[in-house]
């Protein structure tokens, strides 16, 4: 039965028709009106537990789950160019990931578009980035967001096929820049969508902590036709929290974690990055 | 906040999808929203996209009929938590 309506789901999704083309307008960015010492204030261990609350939130996870192969894991040692993504939109205090890229200004956070922005909406407030996050433990400080940006189509529509932010961050008290101090990934566009992915992030939705990184390992295993161009989905059992990790293969991010289905569990989807997100990794690494 | 696609007075194709989006306020049910299409509850026939945020921000449906949408005038309504006033719009398939 289980295994029925997962095909029915799927074709569900399959079969719907795409949206036109979009052009592509370049990103959108906006400074942050807040010096790197008070958001790097703001962030006391005790909000970023209660970012992380226990009380969970209520519903999600009612649908079947999918039967998509893959395996999740902690790493041993955590990769620092990854870490957990805190920000504040109208009062409350969210969570997310992201990854610490290769840029001409060695300062770029790529993530979720919704990780920034509304979509359509506000930049969000309080934007900070920890590496290599745990338990609380901040071993590279925090890293507080000058500009954020995202695409032009998630700035405007909230539109998941470009589902992808960015955030360049401000030098630490010691003048170094982020890459310099937790080294970083590549980026590639335009890649074949059929590839091997280690998914990273900070799931901290039940049963999850949020405190711990996690990588999902998997094959491409769907395309969500109901975007265009379409999403690309992975099995994976991370929750919320974990938007905005990135999708890596070899040494690159190809993807982010952007959204699952309520009703099918166990599949992260993450956009296809192409010419949009091109735009908004260069335009963030000039910022 | 609510997105809406088509917008309140829209086109959408015989084959396109409705989308409707929709922020999740902290503490809510992430699935309680309702999606009614020409007074038919669809919501479990819909995609129920959750974008991956914790607590949850962001919740689109996506809905599109099996078959496709027969042309003229729809009206789509959304109820985002039990009890709460449905938010109607109109549109057209061509």
Known sequence: ?287 | MIVRSPEPGGRVPPGGALRVAFKVEPGHEVLAARLLVDGQDVTDASGQRVAGTFPPSRVELVYSPPGGWSPGAHEAAVVLAPGAAPEAWTFTVS
Not at chain 1, 14 to 32: E, I, R, W
Not at chain 1, 79 to 88: D, I, Q, W
Not at chain 1, 91 to 120: K, R
Not at chain 1, 159 to 164: A, I, R, V
Request: proline share 6%.
């Open chain 1, 1 to 287: 039965m289980k295994r029925a309506v997962t095909l029915l789901l799927t074709l569900f999704l399959a079969g719907l028709l795409s949206a036109p083309a979009q052009a592509t307008p370049p990103a959108h960015a906006k400074a942050v009106g807040q010096s790197r010492e008070e958001v790097v204030t703001y962030w006391t261990a005790k909000r970023m537990r209660e970012a992380t609350p226990v009380a969970r939130a209520k519903g999600g996870g009612k649908g079947p789950k999918a039967a998509y192969p893959f395996t999740r894991y902690e790493p041993a040692t955590y990769n620092p160019a990854h870490g957990k993504v805190f920000f504040t939109d109208n009062g409350v205090n969210y969570v997310c990931s992201g990854t610490a890229l290769t840029s001409g200004n060695e300062s770029v956070v790529w993530t979720a578009g919704h990780c920034v922005n509304e979509g359509p909406g506000a930049f969000y407030t309080n934007w900070a980035f920890v590496p290599a996050y745990k338990d609380g433990a901040r071993p590279h400080g925090t890293w507080a967001a000058r500009t954020l940006l995202t695409t032009a189509p998630w700035r405007s529509g909230g539109d998941f096929s470009y589902d992808e932010g960015a955030a360049v961050v401000s030098a630490n008290a010691a003048g170094q820049t982020l890459t310099d101090v937790v080294g970083s990934r590549g980026i590639a566009f335009n890649q074949p969508a059929e590839q091997h992915y280690l998914s990273h992030g900070y799931p901290a939705a039940s049963p999850f902590s949020g405190g711990r990184m996690f990588i999902c390992e998997a094959d491409l295993a769907l395309r969500d036709n109901s975007a265009n161009p379409p999403t690309m989905g992975i099995g994976c059992d991370m929750t919320g929290g974990s938007s905005g990790g990135g999708w890596v293969v070899g040494n690159n991010v190809l993807s982010v974690n952007s959204y699952g289905y309520g009703n099918l569990r166990n599949v992260m989807f993450g956009p296809y990055q192409g010419t949009v997100a091109q735009q908004l990794y260069t335009s963030a690494g000039s910022s």
